[in-house]
């Protein structure tokens, strides 16, 4: 398990830098993750068909997609970053570095890749969790200037 991960994905200082029980907590997350078995090989085909089969009824269902699913999460986010209380920001700030390095350590395993699930959205996935990680950040960043 690689849980430098997350020192490679983040910066050591500035307004990007993790803060003092983030990296620990999101490291913890990965460790979850592998002692749930969520990266046995035999696994990840597993996971990757309910993936793919959530994508293709959310699909079919109303057209939505994991770019869409971002695009309204960006939205929603934009719309009430200026205002939404500190707490809040952090949470989302926290939710895209998981969602962002959740995206890498599936990249990285081949057998999340054998079916229809596609590499591609997971990729957009984490550039946009990283950039929405940036912009909360630097908002959280605005606020405790002033």
Same mark, same amino acid.
């Given at each position: 398990?690689?849980?430098?991960? !997350?020192?490679?994905? $983040?910066?050591?200082?500035?307004? /990007?830098?993790?803060?003092? +029980?983030?990296?620990?907590?999101?490291?913890?997350?990965?460790?979850?993750? &592998?002692?749930?078995?969520?990266?046995?090989?035999? !696994?990840?085909?597993?996971? *990757?068909?309910?993936?793919?089969?959530? $994508?293709?009824?959310?699909?079919?269902?109303?057209?939505?997609?994991?770019?869409? /699913?971002? *695009?309204?999460?960006?939205?929603?986010?934009?719309? !009430?970053?200026?205002?939404?209380?500190?707490?809040?920001?952090?949470?989302? #700030? &926290?939710?895209? *570095?998981?969602?962002?390095?959740?995206?890498?350590?599936?990249?990285?395993?081949?057998? $999340?890749? *054998? +079916?229809?699930?596609?590499?591609?959205? $997971?990729?957009?996935?984490?550039?946009?969790?990283?950039? /929405?990680?940036?912009?909360?950040?630097?908002?959280?960043?605005? #606020?405790?200037?002033?």
């Amino acid at each position: 398990m690689r849980t430098q991960i !997350v020192e490679e994905m $983040f910066p050591a200082s500035g307004p /990007l830098a993790l803060v003092e +029980g983030e990296r620990e907590y999101l490291q913890y997350q990965m460790l979850e993750r &592998y002692n749930q078995g969520f990266y046995e090989p035999a !696994v990840q085909p597993l996971i *990757a068909r309910d993936m793919q089969s959530v $994508f293709a009824s959310a699909l079919e269902e109303d057209g939505t997609t994991m770019a869409s /699913l971002n *695009a309204d999460f960006r939205r929603e986010v934009e719309r !009430v970053l200026t205002t939404a209380p500190e707490g809040i920001l952090w949470n989302i #700030r &926290y939710i895209a *570095a998981n969602s962002a390095v959740m995206s890498d350590e599936m990249l990285q395993e081949e057998g $999340f890749w *054998a +079916g229809d699930i596609s590499r591609e959205d $997971f990729e957009e996935n984490k550039r946009f969790m990283l950039a /929405l990680y940036e912009t909360v950040s630097l908002e959280i960043e605005r #606020r405790q200037g002033q």
